[in-house]
C-alpha cells in the first residue's frame, strides 16, 4: 500500500529532539516545541533558564525552531509531500530467518546476554515454521506472530536540492526532510497500527507517548543496533518495489533521497528493542552463508559488528 500526507499533517509527529541533535543543540531545548507559540510564552520559555549562556541558547534553539516550522509551510505550500509505502507478509522463522513471499531473510543474534536475559534475534518474534498458529484472524486481520510489516518512507526527492546556493537553509531543508521522512513513518506505523493491520485498535497514546514509542510492537529500520545488516535493503526493495515512491538505491544499499527510511515492522507485544553487539567469526561465518554472498562482501556490511 503507498500512502500520501501532505506536510502540514506530519508536523505533530516530528521528533525535535533529533532535529536539534542534527544542529548540535542540546535535546532539553526541543521543549520549544511544547511552547505556545505566542511571544509571551516563548520570551517566559527563555527566561525560565537560570544562566544567561542558556537563554542565549534557548534564544538561537527558538530562532531555529520557528525557521524550520516556515520552511515546512512553504515546502507544503509548494506541494511537496511526503510518502510510505509498506506491505504485510505472511511470515514464518526458520531459525534465525524469516521466510516472506517465497524469500528468506537472515537476521543475526545476540552473543552476549545480560542479567541472564535470553539472547535475542528478530526471528524470535514470528511464529517457528511449521507452526499451527494462523496467519490470518477471525476477524480477517494479520496475527501478530504470523505476520511481518515491510515499508519504506520518503520525502519529494526535488526537496533536497533545494537552496543549495545558501549554506543555512540548505542544511535547514535537508535536517526538515530528514524529520519529514521519519514523521511520515510514525504517521503510517500508527495507521498500521490502529486501522489496517489494527492489531492495537484501542490506541489512546499521546502523541509525547508516541514519540516515546511506547505502543505495541518495534519497527526496526535497516541499520538499527538489532538489524545491522544495511544490505537486508536489497532484499526488501524487491518484496515492496522503494522505486513506486522515488526512492532508488546505492550499491552500498543506501537510499536516495537522504530523507528516506525503510526496515521492519513487528506487531507481537513480546517485541522490544535489542543491539545484537559484537559477534562470533563463526557466527559472521555462517550468517554470510546465510544471506547468500562471500565474506568478503558480507565484512563490509558487517564491518560494525565484527571485529575484523
Not at 68 to 76: N, P, S, V
Not at 160 to 187: F, I, N
Amino acid at each position: 500500500m503507498t500512502l500520501h500526507f501532505p506536510l502540514r499533517v506530519l508536523t505533530p509527529y516530528i521528533s525535535w529532539s533529533y532535529f536539534f541533535h542534527a544542529w548540535q543543540i542540546s535535546a532539553r531545548f526541543s521543549k520549544v516545541a511544547e511552547v505556545h507559540d505566542c511571544m509571551s510564552c516563548r520570551q517566559s520559555w527563555i527566561n525560565s533558564f537560570e544562566r544567561e549562556a542558556e537563554r542565549a541558547q534557548a534564544k538561537v534553539a527558538l530562532d531555529l525552531y520557528s525557521d524550520a516550522l516556515k520552511t515546512i509551510g512553504e515546502l507544503d505550500a509548494e506541494g511537496y509531500q511526503a510518502y510510505a509505502q509498506y506491505q504485510i507478509f505472511p511470515a514464518y522463522s526458520d531459525g534465525d530467518d524469516i521466510l516472506v513471499n517465497g524469500k528468506r531473510l537472515p537476521f543475526l543474534r545476540q552473543q552476549t546476554a545480560r542479567d541472564g536475559a535470553p539472547y535475542l534475534c528478530l526471528a524470535d518474534f514470528i511464529r517457528p515454521l511449521g507452526s499451527k498458529l494462523p496467519a490470518t484472524l477471525s476477524n480477517g486481520k494479520p496475527s501478530v506472530e504470523g505476520n511481518l510489516g515491510i515499508f519504506a518512507s520518503a520525502v519529494d526527492g526535488e526537496m533536497e536540492s533545494l537552496h543549495k546556493d545558501d549554506p543555512y537553509k540548505g542544511m535547514l531543508v535537508q535536517t526538515v526532510c530528514d524529520r519529514l521522512a521519519e514523521a511520515c513513518t510514525e504517521k503510517m506505523h500508527h495507521f498500521i497500527r490502529t486501522e489496517d493491520w489494527s492489531y492495537a485498535p484501542n490506541e489512546d497514546l499521546s502523541m509525547h507517548d508516541i514519540l516515546l514509542e511506547k505502543f505495541q510492537g518495534i519497527r526496526p529500520a535497516v541499520g538499527y543496533p538489532s538489524l545491522p545488516d544495511q544490505s537486508i535493503i536489497f532484499l526488501l526493495d524487491e518484496l515492496i518495489n522503494m522505486a513506486e515512491i522515488g526512492i532508488s538505491l546505492t550499491e552500498s544499499g543506501a537510499m536516495q533521497p537522504h530523507a528516506s527510511v525503510c526496515g521492519l515492522i513487528f506487531a507481537h507485544p513480546a517485541t522490544r528493542y535489542f543491539n545484537i553487539g559484537k559477534i562470533t567469526e563463526e557466527q559472521f561465518t555462517d550468517y554470510a552463508k546465510r544471506r547468500g554472498l562471500p565474506l568478503e562482501t558480507m565484512r563490509k556490511f558487517l564491518a560494525r559488528v565484527t571485529d575484523n
